[in-house]
């Protein structure tokens, strides 16, 4: 078990992503895809927070450790942030995040960030749907299963 | 009995750094300067040193140096109210200046004796050379009885052997590759920068990183989760860490949960990358982690790696300056993006 | 040549209470008509949809009639009434297609009228002989079988789109009755605005069935659909934002966009 | 003025009428009715926000506009003081100030506004589809049933009875029962004590200009077309796509000056916004097409602006756009590919043609085709322009006492001095309005809360059918059912819509019924409604935060219409998250922080004492500090404006209102010395020094000994401590080393005392004069522009000239920077004979003089003690000639830059607010907050902020008042209860949290090392708490234990 992490997924298997989305920027932008109808898979579960920066990295490793198959945490384009810094600030530790994760053998396509503003409606579908594939691409997570196969 | 010091009949290096180091301390505890002193005493077992915490002046002369001298002593410090003298290699005076960055010492109260080191022993290594199971004092067939350091040796006695291993070749990994032999923060400079190993160039030490990131992506995760597994989940190398200062840990706290004792593979993990974030931009590859570690995990592997991720996306090298912003504490705008959606 | 031996094959829609009986009484009073008309009986000439009229087009026919009762006397009240204003649609979208809209007729045969039924049917015959084998060189664009049946398609779409068969619906309300505002609106204005309706979804419509065969440029479907570039980007740029098209590529500098159809049917395969 | 009404005791109503609901129109309804006053505001169209809710992002920060805006529209749309009154105009106005009463006409909507959710099911199936889209700048269509755009406040939406046939869909589909086809236009009178005209501006129409083809050629568009082009809510959501093809353009042209600085066409006028606008444009299009190359065609250069310079440099550097100076004679589009060919004469002569696949016509500002019309109703006069008539002094006051003006109605120009201007007729009106504060305004009475203490989670669960928004996707019953499952959730229900009044009712009588302590809500977005039902909440006497919203519709229904059963099972996660959520809410506290009512004013020029008496006016106590001796500033240098408006005469006359006023203390020759405290509660010491020369110096603090000390406790700061004029050293230009060169100031100084100037008899008293314009300003030292030196230049030289008419005058420039209508004076001064030269940006014009007795010498700098200078010449190579030119001058006027003053950092440091790269203090807000810090209660204005003219440092000095009354007129300030919380205990002092905090709401206690949450200064981003290690600092509302249980609801 632990020697593949991509662990064969069963069929039609559907991931469950959970999302961490600013208040100001990301989670507008998700509220102007639902305004423009925009269609994007159903895999993502919205947390909102009131800046990117309030998303600690152990909070991204604990959904993993949990069992989600995927996380995104999207925050104001740089500059943009409502908090002035928030998100440059709290790019840094998802850069550390992001390599940590590569080195230790997480797929690259576990944890995705992004900067999606309020008027990107389309470019959140996008984002989500983006993040849905490659983690459906990647079966279901050694992470996951390790939890699951403990709890269960 | 142990022999830290040479062979007497010349005035090596370590002598020198030996004898500056009790001068030291006796000068600024007669001073006043400070009100207790810490460096390295001789240990109860070969090749052992202890800390040792001077308060008389006359004291001092209990105080050694050699490459048995492993401990961090910075990790005492914020335990101390009162002025102190610490004696430091190079890689402690970076955690020294983290603590400081960091509000736990106050730079006015510490007194930074520093001191070239030419590298400090790794027991594991003089455990293989000696081709003996666990400690080399406690080994069945040829327990070491006694020690002597030369200048590039080592001379492990026993029942019936002698033994001489080049300290070279028992040098602790960390030391291998050190950039910063010679302390770059210090009030007091025993010996001269000559004495110091050879300062590499800081590539070196991630040559090791280097060749494993290069390998498959499964294999990285089963070589972390085979070595993880047998976390007993000790926590002995926070403990060891001059930066694990936190007055409650979070893998001790109770709400939110965040790491359970019981649940296995999934939380060792969680643990041991939340530690490594917790020391990202601040860990100076000292290695007390991984001497702490009773069940020997490569803990360096990781932590070797955040820093040279902190070194090359952020230009940022731990410990070195005194008057900058902690890492996580500063941003520049031309930071890495690439890895954003 | 082809036209002297063309025998069309028309499809009839006849209402149960009256023209079905009407032909019937043809039958039995032994009257003689052509052969080419194929009957289906529905209840109503009110049952057969927009949809309905345009779908044997694709099957291989060259006319459609819909026969029900003559006004005022429809079984069902008002279904005949219905189906006028659909054929008036109908004909719209054939007409905004260029297919000659005498290929669809309506008319009203009672249950007494066998001879007007074996008349009408005779006379059919002969419009559609006029016109020709559907498909063959129809209209003044002289459009080839394969061009026929692509718009029938796109017909059919349009048909079926729900402001289509809103407007169908509401039509003879808002003529017979005043609007919303308690304002009596003229038919040129009902008219110009189905006209409209019908260019829009026909354009969207053959977007659609472009892009459904593969990833198409604006460029490319303006010059299949012969439309000025402008005209499809706008439409393209509608079916895109609610999902009907989307981006396949960029080739050099040019978007290709392709149908969500498409790129299933080919994951399928 | 407002005593004298007072006295004669006339009435003054405490209500204001906007008019125009854009930026700045919405900027002033918010601080009029922050301050006290209830505010009408009527806009033409059907919901506000105006042309920057069609701006794709704003220049110089490319901030996205529609999200710095949509906070302040969502503000407008639901204060408790401000009734927006859409599709309305004003008939006419009777009265005079302080009591108006005008006649407001409102069109018919046809859609109920109370009732309508803004759902569109409408509008996706209205027949009409052909209507042109308008925000989209035509470039698509929409129904006749539309909103403006989909963020539009009121979210509601309006008939086009134009294109509407009346079929009924619409009424049929709407389970609202919204649509109203019955609704007619009304009549309303209002009465109020003060108006403001803020209608903005339209966009000029370039089919006049033939010969750019606009209209003709589908790949000719305007910049307004292109700013949709560029929104990712535009045309082609974002795609940069040529209209003609729909392909992605390699080459796009911006052609500047499009109905503006052009008299032919009567728009002689500068429109301000172009340079920049176009350049963002480019910049912009690069970013969203990737290889694209943008080529900006212009005459000057006019980025004047704070931050314009460097983001012309770094578009040109960075970005790659082309800059070319000429002036683009025609387009024609090239046979086949609709490309175009564009046909220019170079600075050289030559003519060039160019092909490009796209041009974008940036055009000018015109004023409102309505604005006639709307003068007339109102009895105010409008300028030659057709902008409403102002003067300089009084820039925000109309013809009409009481009727006042802001942004582009005034004359055209950029966001910032829109919003500027807007907080500044606030702070005008506010004035003369003093009286009646607060005697129409609104307040809310509340319940005693709970106490929930004790009982446990209670939670209610309220779910939304929207119509069929949410029921025809999720399956909404079903997801009812799985809410009872949850823990602790001991109520459940389905509502067809729960955001309406009735359910607001029926929500209240659950909580009681079944003693609930928490509230969920799956429905929309808590971004609009969750403040509806928390005050649902709050009126049933449950805290303001025990209340979750599950979003099911926006991030559910709408987005997964095709997968219902999927839909469901996510509606359901999220549900419930939110319970889980909900049972850790704790009730968090609005803290009411009291508020000094006293404001401290930093600096006695022109913008200090126009600021302290506009708080004065409005009835507060005002401490006005300055270092000098007396008041002035750098106004005591200036003579005369533009205009000739008489300065010296203006600031005598202020400075003794300032001097009598007996809420004005003021401070002369002293400093302050130290600030603590936070918005509302701040104490500074203050060193009166009472000196009597002029010098002070300028180490702060270095005169404690000598002065007299003073604390004073105030509740807001205005900083508006100037700035200094450039002065050449080293004898850079000769200055200070030959008489016959000046700076500007010290010409008009000369001008002003009558003569001529006396310095030059030495010199060839005939000869011309000659002014050299930036000098310290954008050059290696000073990347920016100093905003003020071409106006000053061309001012003087028109005096000048008709002084003297026969004199030479020559002006030696880079770019003329007459912006706005001081571009009619620069057209005056080439009127009048006065020669431009323009001088290549890296060959600054070199003035040299040689040594009487010795005319081979050739001093161009620094010149020995002992000489005796000899004529001067100047060296300037003429771009148009393509030649260098050797001025023989009689005098050498240098137009100097504005420099910021050194005494800004110690200021910046003690008031904790930043200074941007060139020394200025740097606002909050490049665009929407002008003249607020981001720390709270601290406000900036003049040219401390940046070099600015007389009329705009007037227009910031008012803003910088509105701004303060806003929070010194609410008497108290309620603080969110979503705070950063410190648990002592496990704080270990390593400052990680002071250091992140943007706000510098964390501090280090000296004594124990641990860290202390400042509540008044906390935002609330939770930055702190995701970055402390020890888990010692935490966000109240998004604790790590409620986001964690969201996060377990959501996967397990």
Not at chain 2, 278 to 301: E, F, Q, S, T
Request: contains cysteine; proline residues 4%; negative net charge.
């Amino acid at each position: 078990m632990l020697d593949s992490i991509s662990a064969k997924a069963p069929e039609n298997w559907e991931p469950k992503i959970v999302a961490f989305l600013c208040n100001w920027c990301s989670y507008a932008g998700a509220d102007l895809a639902g305004t423009g109808r925009i269609q994007y898979p159903p895999n993502v579960r919205v947390i909102r927070v009131p800046c990117s920066g309030r998303v600690d990295p152990l909070m991204i490793l604990k959904c993993l450790t949990r069992g989600a198959d995927g996380v995104l945490v999207s925050g104001c384009h740089p500059g943009d942030c409502h908090y002035i810094a928030g998100n440059y600030l709290a790019r840094r530790k998802f850069a550390l995040l992001d390599e940590l994760l590569d080195f230790f053998g997480i797929e690259k396509g576990r944890v995705h960030f992004s900067w999606v503003s309020a008027a990107e409606g389309e470019k959140f579908a996008d984002v989500v749907k983006q993040v849905t594939e490659t983690v459906k691409a990647q079966g279901k997570p050694c992470l996951g299963q390790i939890c699951g196969d403990e709890r269960g | 009995m142990n022999k830290m010091t040479g062979n007497g009949t010349e005035k090596g290096t370590r002598h020198i750094i030996e004898e500056g180091i009790r001068n030291t301390a006796t000068k600024m505890l007669e001073s006043g300067e400070v009100d207790v002193f810490i460096g390295y005493e001789e240990g109860t077992l070969p090749l052992r040193t202890t800390p040792a915490f001077i308060t008389c002046p006359e004291d001092a002369t209990r105080l050694v140096w050699g490459p048995a001298c492993e401990n961090n002593l910075t990790v005492y410090l914020p335990k101390f109210q009162g002025a102190v003298g610490v004696v430091v290699k190079g890689c402690d005076v970076r955690t020294l200046t983290n603590l400081i960055l960091e509000n736990q010492i106050s730079r006015d109260k510490v007194k930074i004796v520093g001191v070239p080191c030419s590298g400090i022993i790794d027991r594991d290594r003089i455990r293989k050379v000696l081709g003996t199971e666990g400690p080399i004092e406690r080994s069945m067939e040829r327990p070491v009885r006694s020690a002597q350091v030369t200048e590039r040796s080592l001379i492990l006695e026993g029942d019936g052997f002698e033994f001489e291993i080049q300290l070279e070749d028992v040098l602790a990994p960390s030391c291998e590759t050190c950039a910063y032999p010679i302390p770059v923060v210090y009030d007091v400079l025993i010996g001269d920068e000559s004495m110091a190993r050879h300062a590499k160039d800081s590539e070196a030490g991630y040559v090791e990183v280097t060749r494993f990131a290069e390998l498959e992506r499964d294999a990285r995760f089963s070589y972390f989760s085979r070595e993880i597994e047998r976390c007993i989940q000790c926590y002995a190398c926070r403990q060891a860490c001059p930066l694990c200062y936190c007055p409650e840990c979070f893998t001790d706290r109770q709400s939110p949960k965040w790491i359970s004792r019981w649940r296995g593979l999934s939380d060792k993990i969680l643990f041991h990358l939340g530690r490594i974030l917790h020391v990202a931009g601040r860990c100076v590859d000292c290695g007390a982690c991984r001497r702490a570690c009773p069940v020997g995990i490569d803990l360096r592997l990781l932590t070797k790696n955040m820093e040279k991720v902190v070194k090359e996306s952020f230009e940022y090298e731990s410990g070195l300056d005194i008057d900058c912003l902690p890492l996580l504490a500063a941003y520049k705008r031309e930071d890495p993006d690439d890895f954003i959606l | 040549m082809i036209r002297a031996a063309f025998e069309p094959s028309i499809v009839g829609f006849l209402c149960n209470w009256c023209s079905y009986a009407g032909a019937d009484l043809a039958g039995t009073s032994r009257l003689s008509y052509p052969t080419n008309l194929r009957v289906i009986r529905v209840m109503c000439s009110g049952r057969v949809d927009p949809e309905l009229m345009l779908e044997p087009f694709l099957r291989g026919a060259d006319g459609v009639m819909v026969l029900g009762c003559h006004p005022a006397d429809c079984h069902y009240l008002s279904g005949n009434y219905q189906a006028e204003q659909r054929v008036h649609c109908v004909w719209m979208v054939l007409e905004h297609l260029g297919i000659d809209k005498g290929r669809l007729c309506l008319d009203w045969v009672s249950a007494a009228e066998g001879a007007r039924f074996a008349e009408l049917v005779a006379e059919f015959v002969s419009q559609v002989k006029r016109i020709g084998p559907a498909g063959h060189e129809e209209s003044r664009e002289e459009l080839s079988r394969q061009d026929f049946i692509w718009r029938v398609r796109v017909g059919m779409r349009v048909t079926g789109t729900e402001k289509f068969r809103w407007l169908v619906g509401r039509q003879k309300a808002l003529l017979d009755d005043k609007n919303v505002y308690e304002e009596q609106l003229s038919g040129e204005r009902l008219r110009d605005l189905m006209r409209t309706v019908i260019a829009e979804e026909s354009i969207r419509a053959a977007i659609e069935l472009l892009t459904e065969a593969g990833p198409m440029s604006v460029k490319d479907m303006a010059e299949a659909l012969k439309l000025p570039a402008r005209t499809v980007l706008e439409h393209t740029a509608y079916l895109k934002r609610y999902g009907f098209v989307e981006l396949h590529d960029i080739l050099g500098r040019t978007p290709r966009y392709v149908s969500p159809r498409y790129t299933q049917a080919k994951d399928e395969i | 003025m407002v005593q004298a009404e007072k006295g004669s005791g006339r009435k003054t109503v405490g209500a204001v009428l906007v008019i125009g609901g854009g930026i700045g129109g919405m900027q002033a309804a918010l601080d009029l009715a922050d301050s006290g006053f209830f505010v009408y505001m009527a806009e033409k169209k059907s919901a506000i926000g105006g042309v920057m809710a069609q701006l794709d992002k704003t220049f110089p920060t490319n901030d996205c506009s529609m999200c710095i805006m949509a906070p302040k529209l969502v503000e407008c749309g639901r204060h408790l003081n401000i009734e927006v009154i859409t599709n309305s105009e004003v008939a006419s106005v009777k009265g005079s100030a302080g009591d108006f009463t005008v006649r407001l006409v409102r069109r018919p909507r046809y859609v109920d506004q109370e009732k309508c959710t803004g759902c569109g099911v409408c509008a996706l199936h209205c027949p009409v589809g052909a209507a042109r889209d308008q925000f989209n700048a035509d470039l698509g269509c929409r129904p006749s049933i539309y909103i403006e755009y989909p963020q539009a406040v009121p979210l509601a939406y309006i008939i086009d009875r134009e294109t509407c046939v009346g079929c009924g869909l619409c009424e049929t589909l709407c389970l609202a029962q919204a649509v109203k086809y019955d609704d007619e236009a009304w009549e309303r009178e209002i009465e109020v004590g003060a108006i403001i005209v803020a209608t903005g501006f339209d966009a000029y129409d370039p089919s006049e200009r033939k010969e750019y083809g606009y209209g003709r050629f589908p790949n000719v568009v305007t910049s307004m077309e292109f700013e949709r082009i560029l929104s990712a809510s535009g045309p082609y959501e974002g795609r940069v796509l040529r209209p003609s093809d729909g392909d992605i353009p390699r080459k796009i042209a911006f052609i500047q000056c499009v109905g503006s600085r052009d008299r032919a066409i009567g728009n002689g006028y500068c429109s301000s916004v172009c340079c920049m606008y176009a350049t963002k444009e480019a910049v912009i299009a690069k970013e969203h097409a990737p290889g694209v190359e943008t080529t900006v065609f212009f005459m000057d250069m006019r980025s004047y602006g704070k931050g314009f310079e460097a983001y012309i440099e770094r578009a040109r550097h960075e970005y790659g756009v082309r800059f070319v100076r000429t002036r683009v004679g025609e387009v024609v589009e090239a046979l086949d590919t609709g490309n175009l060919i564009l046909s220019y004469e170079t600075e050289g002569g030559a003519i060039e043609k160019e092909e490009f696949d796209l041009v974008v016509l940036s055009v000018g500002l015109r004023p409102p085709t309505d604005g006639a019309r709307l003068a007339e109703s109102l009895a105010i006069a409008l300028d030659t322009h057709g902008f409403l008539e102002t003067r300089s002094l009084d820039p925000l006051a109309t013809t009409r006492p009481g009727i006042f003006v802001c942004g582009a109605m005034q004359g055209p120009k950029d966001i910032p001095e829109t919003v500027t201007q807007a907080s500044g007729v606030a702070s005008s009106t506010g004035a003369i309005l003093e009286g009646a504060r607060g005697s129409l305004t609104r307040r809310k009475i509340y319940p005693e809360e709970k106490d929930i203490r004790g009982i446990g989670p209670k939670i209610g669960v309220f779910v939304c059918h929207c119509g069929i928004n949410i029921g025809g996707v999720v399956d909404v019953p079903s997801v009812v059912e799985y809410a009872k499952t949850l823990p602790n959730v001991v109520y459940a229900e389905e509502n067809l819509y729960t955001c309406s009044q009735d359910t607001q009712k029926r929500i209240q009588e659950k909580i009681e019924e079944h003693g609930l302590t928490r509230v969920v809500v799956a429905s929309c977005t808590p971004r609009t409604h969750e403040p509806l039902f928390q005050e649902t909440c709050r009126e049933a006497g449950l805290n303001y935060y025990l209340f979750q919203m599950a979003n099911i519709r926006d991030q559910c229904s709408w987005v997964h219409m095709r997968k219902p059963i999927e839909a469901t099972e996510k509606a359901k996660d999220l549900v419930k998250a939110a319970c889980a959520k909900a049972a850790l809410l704790e009730p968090l506290e609005r803290i009411p922080i009291e508020v000094k009512q006293s404001a401290l004013v930093i600096g006695g020029g022109l913008a200090g004492m126009t600021t302290a008496l506009d708080i004065a006016n409005q009835g507060f106590r005002v401490h006005l500090v300055e270092t000098a001796p007396e008041l002035g500033g750098h106004l005591r240098r200036l003579h005369f404006t533009l205009c000739g408006d008489d300065i010296q005469t203006y600031l005598g006359d202020l400075a003794r209102r300032v001097m009598s006023h007996p809420s004005i203390d003021v401070y002369l020759g002293s400093q302050m010395t130290d600030v603590t405290g936070y918005v509302g509660n701040f104490k500074s010491r203050i060193i009166e020094c009472n000196k009597t020369n002029g010098e002070v110096n300028s180490e702060i603090g270095s005169e404690i000994e000598q002065g007299v000390e003073v604390e004073i406790e105030h509740g807001v700061v205005v900083v508006a401590t100037g700035a200094k004029e450039y002065a050449p050293s080293d004898g850079k230009f000769l200055y200070h080393r030959h008489p016959a060169v000046v700076t500007q100031s010290e010409f008009e100084e000369a001008l002003a005392s009558g003569g001529f100037p006396t310095f030059i008899e030495r010199q060839d008293q005939d000869g011309p004069i000659v002014m050299i314009q930036c000098v310290g300003s954008r050059d290696e030292e000073r990347g920016y522009c100093s905003r003020v030196c071409c106006s000053e230049a061309v001012k003087n030289a028109i005096r000048l000239k008709r002084m003297d008419p026969k004199r030479d005058v020559f002006i030696l420039y880079r770019d003329v920077r007459t912006y706005g209508t001081r571009e009619i004076y620069f057209e005056e001064a080439r009127d009048l004979g006065v020669v431009f030269i323009r001088y290549p940006d890296d060959e600054v014009p070199i003035v040299c003089s040689s040594i009487v007795g010795n005319p081979e010498t050739r001093c161009e700098g620094n010149v020995g003690k002992n000489y005796d200078p000899g004529p001067v010449t100047v060296e300037v190579t003429d771009t148009l000639l393509g030649e260098k030119l050797a001025i023989p001058a009689a005098l050498i006027v240098l137009s100097t830059g504005i420099v910021p003053d050194e005494r800004n950092k110690a200021i910046a440091q003690m008031l904790k607010v930043p200074l941007d790269e060139n020394g200025f203090f740097l606002e909050a807000h490049m665009k929407l907050r002008p003249v607020d810090f981001a720390t709270e209660g601290v406000f900036v204005a003049g040219l401390a902020h940046s070099p600015k003219t007389i009329d705009e440092t007037i227009a910031q000095a008012h803003a910088a008042a509105g701004r303060a009354c806003t929070i010194l007129a609410a008497g108290t300030i309620m603080a969110d209860g979503i705070k950063s919380e410190v648990t002592k205990t496990k704080c270990a002092g390593c400052g990680l949290c002071v250091e992140v905090c943007q706000y510098s709401a964390v501090e280090l206690d000296d004594k124990d090392n641990i860290a202390v949450v400042n509540t008044a200064l906390c935002k609330g981003c939770g930055l702190c708490a995701a970055t402390c290690r020890c888990g010692a600092i935490t966000l109240k509302g998004f604790t790590e234990e409620e986001i964690l249980a969201e996060v377990d609801a959501l996967i397990c």
